[in-house]
């Protein structure tokens, strides 16, 4: 179909011209027929909960919970508690200002806690008993990574302190009242701007303790290094273990970490760890005996599993408990002194297991995750007891994360923020479906999400969505996206292609020095496989993806043009910019190709969609936040030129203020998926000219 008249010249449009009259806020909530279906103002009554903890006695829970300030744009985080039996559901610290990073005393009775209801983020003590609480700090920066020492009288935390640099020149003196230009900033950092944070301040990470009773802070490390947590105390409360690379020239190796120990009354260093690649998430055995970390030997693939290990400090030995174990473990931590538990992904599922100090491994609970709202990612995270008992984050393809308990293999989740949403939504039921790729039959696994009220015997527009990372994992988790895209019926297929995680190192690794290639196969399989379903309307199919997923979307329109219309979001569209202004620079050339750019141009060029450029006849969106230093918005740009420059209809969304995550604030979410979808109804054969116009 021709739309020449919806073309808007060169003119970088902002995000709310797109939306299609009949869409807005107001509109949908006064449209009784689609009262029932998940609409664009129900993203800012979404909650969810995060970092649960757990007391040592198994009997109470802490967690953090999230939702939406409409009239911040804002997310706002409280905390609440709750009895492991699920009675007792109330909240303990709720107010506009934020709460969070909840952690229990050794005995439970006290909880430390970080807030900014004194303009910045400090740490703060509530005794459980009387409610009493008290600010214990006066902190010039974050503090993170809290640690309790084992007899509960000290507080462990990293910070970010300044170092001292001097200027490259010195400049005169101003006179009075004068006003000049901002002094100039001189950059001799490798990585000097990091996505979300912006151009970095010379600053480094260290450990600090704390008297519990409040008092002055105590640094322990020193140097220009970063000294990261978890920080893990032994059992004689006299150490801290922790990881950190010191190296000298520690910018170059981004995925170097050693394990150390260090003394908290004199700062004595102890190295525990020697060998190439990353040893991090340090956990001290209650007895004092062994310490679990995780880490893999190096060999600069772009997918590693990370393996669990176990030190024993006497008898001077490593041992590996996930040796034959075929996925990444995450999060150690000790239940009891001979028993691990750890999480997993595995075929798009996070899940919660346990080990012995053999390495027998069993599952304990599934659906972990909840806690990234756009797209359905794995994610999560857990606490345990000195009973056994877990909290963890549980979700569903129909709910974000709520609060559940694990005992002896038993789950039971015991919150249900968002039943006052949900209870009279419809939503779109998800369904797992796997395919054999046609480049070589290998088993592909993805899910469909169908409108509300579908019916197999009509025909429906489909939407490709397609994850981002690469090395990352879709599953049958909440997305806000899926539901909104399946609310405005639409059929949505995600799926994890070659190169995601949560299948083992080899599936991984099959795009390692080869992306975007044959997941790109793979995704058209599922094309393929969905259309013989024989209730896809196959003249009206559509792709989009953000970041990974924004160039295999971009990929994808340079490979063919059976898709009505693309939205590629923050994608990377020149591997050899990409390589050399992305934030971390020390990353991206070392570990996704073999050599620097300027070394081998023709592999950097043979793996960047502008390559294909010239076969593009799709319509095509460009979306990328203005502020994205993950991917910057100047490869969205080079594709946009391209693609104007070829007279292909497209236009480019800019994000004000927004980085890499575009959808941090809701009203950017909202903003994002009903302009993809006005981008998409653009582009639809399946409707008559009035109802383009509503």
């Known amino acids: 179909m021709n739309f020449e008249h919806n073309r808007i010249g060169v003119k970088l449009i902002l995000l709310s011209i797109l939306l299609p009259a009949g869409s807005t806020i107001a509109d949908e909530a006064d449209d009784s027929s689609s009262a029932r279906l998940f609409q664009a103002q129900d993203i800012f009554e979404l909650e969810y909960a995060s970092d649960p903890q757990i007391s040592s006695d198994g009997r109470r829970i802490v967690y953090v919970r999230n939702r939406m300030d409409i009239m911040s744009d804002s997310s706002r985080a409280n905390l609440w508690t709750i009895n492991a039996n699920g009675s007792g559901h109330r909240p303990l610290l709720s107010s506009r200002d934020s709460y969070s990073s909840p952690r229990f005393s050794p005995g439970g009775e006290r909880l430390l806690y970080l807030s900014g209801a004194e303009g910045s983020s400090q740490l703060y003590m509530r005794w459980m008993d009387s409610g009493q609480t008290a600010l214990l700090s006066n902190l010039t920066a974050s503090p993170g990574s809290l640690s309790w020492s084992p007899d509960g009288k000290w507080i462990a935390f990293t910070m970010d302190v300044p170092a001292s640099k001097e200027p490259l020149a010195a400049a005169p003196a101003k006179p009075e009242n004068a006003k000049w230009a901002a002094p100039v900033k001189v950059i001799d950092q490798l990585v000097y701007r990091v996505d979300g944070r912006g151009y970095l301040k010379t600053s480094f990470t260290h450990i600090f303790v704390l008297p519990a009773e409040g008092g002055s802070p105590r640094q322990l490390t020193s140097g220009d290094f970063n000294h990261d947590g978890p920080l893990s105390w032994t059992a004689d409360a006299e150490h801290i273990v922790f990881s950190a690379n010191r190296l000298e020239d520690w910018e170059y190796h981004p995925s170097e970490s050693e394990l150390y120990t260090i003394n908290v009354k004199d700062s004595t260093l102890k190295q525990l ?123 569903s393809p129909h709910h974000p994360a709520d609060v559940a308990v694990a005992r002896n293999k038993k789950s039971r989740k015991i919150t249900a923020l968002n039943d006052d949403i949900f209870g009279h939504k419809q939503l779109a039921e998800i369904e797992e479906l796997t395919w054999s790729s046609s480049f070589d039959e290998r088993e592909i696994q993805g899910w469909i999400a169908r409108p509300p009220g579908f019916d197999p015997a009509k025909k429906y527009p489909l939407i490709l969505e397609i994850h981002g990372g690469p090395f990352a994992a879709y599953g049958p988790n909440f997305s806000v996206e899926v539901q909104r895209y399946a609310a405005e019926g639409y059929v949505v297929l995600y799926a994890n292609p070659r190169g995601s995680t949560s299948y083992g190192e080899e599936f991984g690794n099959l795009i390692h020095h080869d992306y975007p290639g044959n997941d790109y196969d793979d995704l058209m399989s599922g094309v393929d496989a969905i259309l013989k379903s024989g209730y896809i309307d196959e003249n009206n199919i559509f792709v989009t993806g953000g970041s990974g997923g924004g160039v295999l979307t971009a990929w994808t329109v340079g490979k063919t043009d059976r898709f009505n219309a693309a939205v590629v979001a923050k994608p990377v569209i020149n591997q050899t910019s990409f390589a050399l202004t992305a934030d971390y620079v020390n990353y991206f050339y070392k570990y996704w190709f073999a050599s620097y750019p300027w070394e081998d141009p023709d592999e950097y060029w043979r793996r960047s969609p502008l390559s294909l450029v010239g076969n593009v006849s799709t319509p095509t969106m460009l979306l990328t936040g203005e502020a994205d230093l993950r991917t910057p918005i100047s490869e969205s740009e080079q594709f946009y030129v391209a693609l104007k420059l070829r007279r292909i209809d497209t236009i480019l969304l800019r994000v004000p203020g927004s980085s890499h995550g575009i959808a941090s604030r809701p009203s950017n979410q909202i903003a994002k998926i009903d302009n993809i979808l006005a981008w998409f109804k653009r582009y639809r054969t399946d409707m008559d000219k009035e109802e383009m116009e509503e």
């Open 273 to 395: 760890t020697t060998r190439k690649g990353p040893d991090s998430g340090p956990t001290v055995s209650p007895n004092g005996q062994y310490i679990a970390y995780t880490g893999f030997d190096d060999r600069e693939q772009g997918y590693q599993l990370t393996k669990l290990y176990l030190m024993d400090l006497k008898k001077n030995t490593v041992r590996n408990l996930s040796v034959d174990f075929d996925r990444s473990v995450q999060n150690p931590q000790w239940s009891g002194n001979n028993r691990l538990l750890f999480q997993y992904d595995d075929r798009g599922v996070r899940k919660l297991a346990s080990t012995n100090l053999s390495g027998n491994i069993s599952t304990i609970a599934e659906n972990v995750g909840g806690t990234y709202l756009g797209r359905p990612y794995t994610s999560g995270s857990y606490s345990v007891a000195d009973n056994g008992s877990v909290a963890y984050t549980m979700t």
